[in-house]
C-alpha cells in the first residue's frame, strides 16, 4: 500500500510562499507521464472543513481551486518521488493543515498523508 | 461550484444504534461521483464510500451509502465505538471538487 508523506516548514512569514513536498513511498510518481493517477493536495484550518486546493496528473496537467488558483502550483518530481505545492501571498488565513492525497481515475481520494499544520505568523 | 449541505451537523447516538447522515447538494452531482470520509481527531480523513453507495476497500458492511443527484445518505446501521467521529461527504464530478461542512457524531 503506498504511503504519502507530507513535509516542510511549520511556521511561514505573511506576504511569503509557503512550500511543501509530499513523498511517495512505492514510486508510482515516477509513471505519472502515463498513469491514471491524480496527486492532490487539500487543507484544513483549524477547527474548520476540508477544502481542496488542486491536482496534478498525465504529464503535468493540473487542476486548482479557483478560489487559490491566482498564487497555487502543483508541481511533480519524478527524480525524488515527490509533488510539490507553492502557495504565494500567504495571510493568516492560510494557516492550515494541509494533506497530500492520491487518487486513481474518476475515483475519490483513497489515499491521504497524515498532514503537516503550516501556520501563518510574523 | 456545487455546494454541499450535510445535515444535522452534530448527532448524538449510543453503541449500537443505527446513524442517519444526509448531503444535500446545491445542484446534481455528475455521475453520483459522491464520497463519504471519516476523520478522527489528529487524524487524516478516510474514505469509507464512492459512487454514493460502494464501500471503499476494509469498510465493514455497517456503512452503507445511497441516494442520487442531489440527496444522499451515508447510513450506519449499528454504531460501535471506533465510529463516533467526524463525517464529511464530498462531490468529485466537476469542479471544483468540494466537501460538505461535516457531521460530528457523538456519543450520547
Known amino acids: 500500500q503506498v504511503q504519502l508523506q507530507e513535509s516542510g516548514p511549520g511556521l511561514v512569514k505573511p506576504s511569503e510562499t509557503l512550500s511543501l513536498t509530499c513523498t511517495v513511498s512505492?514510486?508510482?510518481?515516477?509513471?505519472?507521464?502515463?498513469?491514471?493517477?491524480?496527486w492532490i493536495w487539500t487543507r484544513q484550518p483549524p477547527g474548520k472543513g476540508l477544502e481542496w486546493i488542486g491536482y496534478i496528473y498525465n504529464r503535468g496537467r493540473t487542476k486548482y481551486n479557483p478560489s487559490l488558483e491566482s498564487r497555487v502550483t502543483i508541481s511533480v518530481d519524478t527524480s525524488r518521488n515527490h509533488f510539490s505545492l507553492k502557495l504565494s501571498s500567504v495571510t493568516a488565513a492560510d494557516t492550515a493543515v494541509y494533506y497530500c492525497?492520491?487518487?486513481?481515475?474518476?475515483?475519490?481520494?483513497?489515499?491521504w498523508g497524515p498532514g503537516t499544520l503550516v501556520t501563518v505568523s510574523s | 461550484e456545487i455546494v454541499l449541505t450535510q445535515s444535522p451537523g452534530t448527532l448524538s447516538l449510543s453503541p449500537g444504534e443505527r446513524a442517519t447522515l444526509s448531503c444535500r447538494a446545491s445542484?446534481?452531482?455528475?455521475?453520483?461521483?459522491l464520497a463519504w470520509y471519516l476523520q478522527k481527531p489528529g487524524q487524516a480523513p478516510r474514505l469509507l464510500i464512492y459512487?454514493?453507495?460502494s464501500r471503499a476497500t476494509a469498510i465493514p458492511d455497517r456503512f452503507s451509502g445511497s441516494g442520487s443527484g442531489t440527496d444522499f445518505t451515508l447510513t450506519i446501521s449499528r454504531l460501535e465505538p471506533e465510529d463516533f467521529a467526524v463525517y464529511y461527504c464530498q462531490q468529485y464530478g466537476s469542479s471544483p471538487i468540494t466537501f460538505g461542512q461535516g457531521t460530528r457524531l457523538e456519543i450520547k
Open positions: 459512487g454514493a453507495s
Open positions: 492525497a492520491r487518487a486513481v481515475d474518476s475515483n475519490p481520494f483513497d489515499v
Open positions: 445542484q446534481s452531482v455528475s455521475s453520483n461521483y
Open positions: 512505492d514510486g508510482s510518481i515516477s509513471n505519472y507521464y502515463t498513469s491514471n493517477y491524480y
